[in-house]
């Protein structure tokens, strides 16, 4: 068995140890932009029939981790049905409704999808990947300085 002397172990382990705090620091505007930008991009591409919808996408910081910084896009319940559009009703279909099987006598033509939070993503996507980076290489290296 080989033993090493590491020297600087508790120096090394106290930058450690605060690195974690400094980058929580640091990330937490850094998404925050990303975020809003994220939010006008997508309100921006958003179908506005009345403009209530567009209106309601926002970003907004997640609060249930805790470990770390998180924020998120939201906007009203139908923004799933808007983006990906939904299926048509068939007429004389069977489906089940309250736990009873019934016949369709109505059909619905369904809707046409109508991205907007995804594309917005994807063209944003790299910018807030290398924002995101660069914050916590700048926090990592703040730290190392001390």
Same mark, same amino acid.
């Given at each position: 068995?080989?033993?090493?002397? $590491? ?21 937490s ?41 998180? $924020? ?22 069977r ?12 059909t619905h ?8 939070? $995804? ?6 996507q ?21």
């Amino acid at each position: 068995m080989a033993k090493t002397k $590491w020297i600087g172990k508790e120096k090394a382990f106290g930058k450690l140890k605060s690195l974690a705090p400094a980058i929580e620091k640091d990330l937490s505007p850094s998404l925050e932009k990303s975020a809003d930008e994220l939010a006008g991009l997508a309100r921006r591409y958003a179908p506005k029939k009345s403009g209530d919808y567009a209106r309601s996408i926002e970003a907004d910081q997640i609060k249930e981790d805790k470990q770390t910084p998180a $924020w998120g896009l939201f906007a009203d319940f139908i923004w799933r049905f808007i983006e990906f559009g939904t299926k048509p009703g068939r007429y004389g279909a069977r489906t089940s409704s309250g736990g009873r099987d019934r016949k369709v006598y109505r059909t619905h033509p369904g809707t046409a999808a109508s991205p907007h939070i $995804w594309p917005a993503y994807r063209i944003l996507q790299r910018r807030i990947k290398s924002r995101t980076s660069r914050t916590i290489n700048k926090a990592i290296k703040t730290v190392g300085r001390r």
